[in-house]
């Protein structure tokens, strides 16, 4: 056949079910260059619910801020999907990113500057939106934030987003002043507003936490007041660990919640979300390493219990966590898998060097285990910081 007769093709020519079809499997990277190519794309891949249905079927990264740079790596090819300069707006000084939570695909970030005083943005690495929240009066180490909206099911998302921002004002806690209090920030209204709810002041919430379904998830626990200090230190932490559980923040109702017990008493317990509506508990004895994985029931059905998902053991495995300021995180890639990116420590003395590592499980072993990055140790404080799980998207900021 001629070739001038050949019939001309381009997705542009494609039905919209199927350049939506299409889209929906595309990187979220790829759609932000793509908005500016025609008017319908743009309409396409600005309209709100095929945001969140890309969402909904996008994959979990992880992301990691060291040196300057913002870190992608794809746990299924176990490679660096991105990298690039963060944004002037974090670069140091003033501010440098100190912690950040997660909710669909934004990223709520504590900045502090070189003396420590700190401030909120939200941004958004995949389309590199940023923006700083209102301040409040007065922030300090010993606060908690979480990110969420109304999950209702008449005002999922309607409402907008919300901070909530606490402080705990434990025994122990050397701030200044600091009265247990919970706020509320409304993007809908730029604004602040104090809420009566109690923090009890015998609750130490870790910064383990997790978003899912527009509600905040920690890891907390309770002191025992008649705690021997004289016990074993293996029955300390059986003691301490009994009353390990789940705390959630319901944006709905703008109330804490405890909604169950953590199912085992080992110290290194890490949180994530499940299949999007269920939480997950990735556990490792401190002497043993034998690793467990939870996961629970549905949020939102009842009563919330864990049930184990599959455990290993053996002489071969890694202490996934090191030091206490360096938790892991980790995804589900397959049934009964898990993929951990965890730092480890090479070398002493003068010569410590960090080890970023990917780390595939399963029920039978180890997978597949492969070194990301090495890094001389100069700053204790930041080399550290692994990362978080993080969904690319293209919502917009409030």
Same mark, same amino acid.
């Given at each position: 056949?001629?070739?001038?007769?050949?019939?001309?093709?381009?997705?542009?020519?494609?039905?919209?079910?199927?350049?939506?079809?299409?889209?929906?499997?595309?990187?979220?990277?790829?759609?932000?260059?793509?908005?500016?190519?025609?008017?319908?794309?743009?309409?396409?891949?600005?309209?709100?619910?095929? @945001? $969140? /249905?890309?969402?909904?079927? =996008?994959?979990?990264?992880?992301?990691?801020?060291? #040196?300057?740079? %913002?870190? !992608?790596?794809?746990?299924?090819?176990?490679?660096?999907?991105?990298?690039?300069?963060?944004?002037?707006?974090?670069?140091?000084?003033?501010?440098?990113?100190?912690?950040?939570?997660?909710?669909?695909?934004?990223?709520?970030?504590?900045?502090?500057?070189?003396?420590?005083?700190?401030?909120?943005?939200?941004?958004?690495?995949?389309?590199?939106?940023?923006?700083?929240?209102?301040?409040?009066?007065?922030?300090?180490?010993?606060?908690?934030?979480?990110?969420?909206?109304?999950?209702?099911?008449?005002?999922?998302?309607?409402?907008?987003?919300?901070?909530?921002?606490?402080?705990?004002?434990?025994?122990?806690?050397?701030?200044?002043?600091?009265?247990?209090?919970?706020? @509320? $920030? /409304?993007?809908?209204?730029? =604004?602040?507003?104090?809420?009566?709810?109690?923090? #009890?002041?015998? %609750?130490? !919430?870790?910064?383990?936490?997790?978003?899912?379904?527009?509600?905040?998830?920690?890891?907390?626990?309770?002191?025992?007041?008649?705690?021997?200090?004289?016990?074993?230190?293996?029955?300390?932490?059986?003691?301490?660990?009994?009353?390990?559980?789940?705390?959630?923040?319901?944006?709905?109702?703008?109330?804490?919640?405890?909604?169950?017990?953590?199912?085992?008493?080992?110290?290194?317990?890490?949180?994530?979300?499940?299949?999007?509506?269920?939480?997950?508990?990735?556990?490792?004895?401190?002497?043993?390493?034998?690793?467990?994985?939870?996961?629970?029931?549905?949020?939102?059905?009842?009563?919330?219990?864990?049930?184990?998902?599959?455990?290993?053991?053996?002489?071969?495995?890694?202490?996934?966590?090191?030091?206490?300021?360096?938790?892991?995180?980790?995804?589900?890639?397959?049934?009964?898998?898990?993929?951990?990116?965890?730092?480890?420590?090479?070398?002493?003395?003068?010569?410590?060097?960090?080890?970023?590592?990917?780390?595939?499980?399963?029920?039978?072993?180890?997978?597949?285990?492969?070194?990301?990055?090495?890094?001389?140790?100069?700053?204790?404080?930041?080399?550290?910081?692994?990362?978080?799980?993080?969904?690319?998207?293209?919502?917009?900021?409030?």
């Amino acid at each position: 056949m001629a070739s001038s007769s050949k019939r001309s093709w381009s997705l542009s020519s494609l039905p919209p079910e199927i350049t939506q079809e299409i889209f929906y499997k595309t990187p979220t990277d790829a759609l932000v260059r793509s908005k500016p190519t025609c008017k319908k794309w743009y309409a396409l891949i600005t309209d709100e619910t095929f @945001i $969140y /249905e890309h969402l909904r079927r =996008s994959q979990e990264r992880f992301i990691r801020i060291f #040196d300057g740079v %913002v870190q !992608i790596v794809d746990p299924v090819l176990t490679r660096e999907r991105s990298a690039s300069p963060i944004q002037n707006e974090f670069q140091p000084p003033p501010y440098e990113i100190d912690t950040m939570v997660h909710c669909d695909g934004l990223m709520l970030c504590k900045c502090a500057d070189h003396l420590r005083f700190a401030n909120l943005a939200l941004w958004n690495p995949a389309t590199r939106k940023f923006r700083w929240v209102d301040p409040v009066d007065v922030i300090t180490s010993s606060e908690y934030y979480g990110i969420g909206y109304s999950n209702s099911k008449k005002k999922a998302r309607d409402d907008g987003y919300k901070i909530v921002r606490f402080t705990c004002g434990l025994e122990g806690n050397y701030e200044i002043n600091v009265v247990p209090q919970v706020e @509320i $920030y /409304e993007f809908k209204t730029n =604004s602040w507003r104090t809420i009566g709810v109690k923090v #009890d002041a015998d %609750v130490k !919430i870790t910064r383990k936490c997790v978003a899912v379904m527009g509600n905040m998830y920690w890891i907390a626990f309770r002191d025992h007041e008649e705690e021997d200090e004289e016990e074993e230190e293996e029955d300390e932490e059986e003691e301490e660990e009994e009353y390990e559980f789940i705390r959630c923040f319901d944006f709905s109702d703008e109330t804490f919640k405890d909604v169950c017990f953590c199912p085992t008493s080992y110290v290194n317990s890490h949180l994530s979300c499940f299949n999007g509506d269920s939480l997950s508990l990735l556990q490792q004895g401190r002497s043993s390493r034998n690793i467990e994985v939870w996961v629970s029931s549905k949020l939102g059905d009842g009563d919330v219990s864990f049930s184990k998902y599959f455990s290993l053991s053996g002489p071969g495995l890694r202490a996934l966590r090191v030091r206490d300021d360096a938790s892991p995180v980790y995804c589900f890639v397959k049934p009964k898998s898990v993929i951990v990116w965890f730092v480890g420590v090479e070398g002493k003395g003068d010569k410590v060097r960090n080890c970023l590592t990917l780390y595939e499980i399963d029920e039978d072993g180890v997978r597949n285990e492969k070194v990301t990055e090495r890094n001389d140790v100069h700053d204790y404080s930041r080399a550290f910081v692994c990362g978080y799980v993080y969904v690319p998207s293209l919502v917009p900021l409030p």
